[in-house]
């Protein structure tokens, strides 16, 4: 087992990091730009080591610089969270060079699945159900147009090098094919340096629901049920639950084992969630995520797995002690991100929290690394905090989200709490009568004023 690892990322996510390898009695090192000196991680850290100023490239993303906190403390694991590095196929190459543990996937996993074109051929291969499409990438205009008419219009173009909706154009007719690849292709070109992009059947009113798995790369690959992402904008998911409203126990068993057997088959190393479009009781594969992600609560509130103490212990090599039969999914669970930012325009509102009071309760859980005094830098995504709600219906995990949230004060910056307070009482979102377009309607037709 790992003596000391390093945590390479910030916010709530390196505080839970922290925990658990507290739980595990291993040693903790945070690293901290100099905008995050004051924050909850590094207090509690048994070490912690400055590693550049405010800037993601000149910190968190500051590979040498990590490298060097390894050297100075003697830790031998990192541990990447989400975002950042976490899924940097080059960084987990460098560590294994420097004999550093990587907590997380095989590099060759991460960077097969970072590139989208090679996710779904091996997703495929794999029997996972995906959308129709094209074979791989689209050289050019004709082969985009016998693509089209194969599976029908209206088809959507993807980049390669895409994912979270970047450099998606929909081409609903022959007509729109050729400027939706050019637009697409220099999209992707000025994003990602590559324009490789494929074609598949764009699906209209899909919800998006992902499957949680843990492997341990000997054999072992067990599925640890669904969550619901459907309810987000701009690609950024704010409200997430599991299990997903519209699936009942034989579709979430057989779609669980289709994807558990696949990462068998892989001999995928950690945890993983493999993204699904849902759509008239079919599932179709997207993408898959390398990392744990940020609404991971929701599946340990339902399961009772600490899903980061998993990827530790499979990382330093342990077998998964875990069986599919030991798996129970009990009751439901609510996760909404609460964010610094205006709960109607979504514009980024940083500073200092001059009051905090959370919620508690049975079913309460609040991942968050803010404390009152604390001052929310603004170079960073906007994340605050995650309310959890854990019941064991919907109507009562339901319930309890409204309370916590009529309980939650944050004071001295604007969140997205007034905004979780409208949906938690709106009718559909009580009766989960969603697809992933539902907030952005709702937002467009006056959403928070018209309550
Ligand atoms: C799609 C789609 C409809 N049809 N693919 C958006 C980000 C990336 N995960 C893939 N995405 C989509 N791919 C086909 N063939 C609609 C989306 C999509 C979406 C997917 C999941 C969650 C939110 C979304 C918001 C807009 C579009």
């Not at 294994?96 to 495929?124: N, S, Y």
């Not at 494929?198 to 009113?205: F, G, H, N, T, V």
């Not at 980061?308 to 090599?317: D, H, L, M, P, W």
């Not at 001052?375 to 309370?403: F, W």
């Amino acid at each position: 087992m790992f003596q000391k690892i390093l945590i390479a990322n910030r916010g709530e996510i390196a505080l839970r990091i922290l925990r658990a390898a507290k739980e595990l009695g291993i040693a903790t090192v945070a690293v901290h730009s100099t905008a995050d000196a004051e924050a909850m991680h590094v207090k509690l850290a048994d070490e912690s080591v400055c590693i550049g100023p405010p800037a993601a490239r000149d910190s968190y993303l500051n590979i040498p610089a990590l490298l060097t906190a390894c050297e100075i403390t003697g830790a031998d694991a990192i541990h990447p969270g989400y975002g950042f590095l976490s899924e940097n196929a080059r960084f987990a190459d460098i560590l294994a060079e420097h004999k550093i543990a990587f907590i997380g996937p095989k590099a060759d996993h991460i960077r097969i699945m970072g590139d989208k074109i090679e996710a779904k051929r091996t997703a495929k291969a794999l029997g996972i159900p995906c959308v129709p499409g094209s074979e791989g990438g689209i050289t050019d205009d004709e082969e985009a147009l016998q693509v089209a008419e194969k599976i029908g219009y209206p088809v959507l173009v993807k980049a390669a090098s895409g994912g979270g909706g970047r450099g998606m154009k929909v081409a609903r007719t022959k007509a729109d094919l050729s400027d939706a690849l050019a637009m697409a292709r220099t999209e992707a070109k000025a994003a990602f340096g590559d324009d490789a992009v494929y074609l598949e059947k764009y699906l209209e009113k899909p919800r998006h629901i992902e499957i949680q798995v843990l492997g341990d790369g000997k054999g072992n690959a067990i599925h640890l049920g669904e969550r619901d992402c459907s309810i987000q904008r701009r690609h950024q998911k704010l409200w997430e639950e599991g299990p997903s409203p519209a699936l009942d126990d034989r579709q979430r068993e057989d779609i669980g084992e289709i994807v558990a057997a696949a990462m068998r088959k892989l001999g995928y190393i950690g945890v993983g969630t493999v993204e699904f479009l849902y759509e008239n009781g079919q599932f179709f594969f997207i993408e898959m995520n390398t990392r744990i992600q940020v609404e991971h609560p929701v599946t340990e509130m339902i399961t009772g797995i600490d899903l980061v103490n998993e990827q530790i212990k499979i990382a330093a090599g342990l077998p998964l002690t875990i069986q599919q039969s030991d798996v129970r999914l009990s009751g439901h669970a609510i996760e909404c991100r609460v964010n610094a930012e205006n709960p109607e325009n979504f514009r980024p509102s940083p500073g200092r929290i001059s009051y905090y009071h959370p919620p508690g309760g049975l079913g309460v859980r609040v991942d968050s690394a803010v404390y009152q005094g604390y001052l929310i830098p603004p170079n960073y995504d906007s994340l605050v905090g995650k309310l959890v709600v854990h019941g064991r219906t919907r109507s009562e995990a339901l319930m309890r989200l409204r309370r916590a949230l009529d309980e939650f004060v944050i004071d001295g910056i604007e969140t997205t709490l007034p905004l979780f307070r409208v949906l938690v009482r709106n009718a559909d979102m009580q009766n989960g009568d969603y697809d992933i377009h539902w907030l952005e309607h709702f937002l467009a037709d006056g959403g928070m004023s018209a309550q």
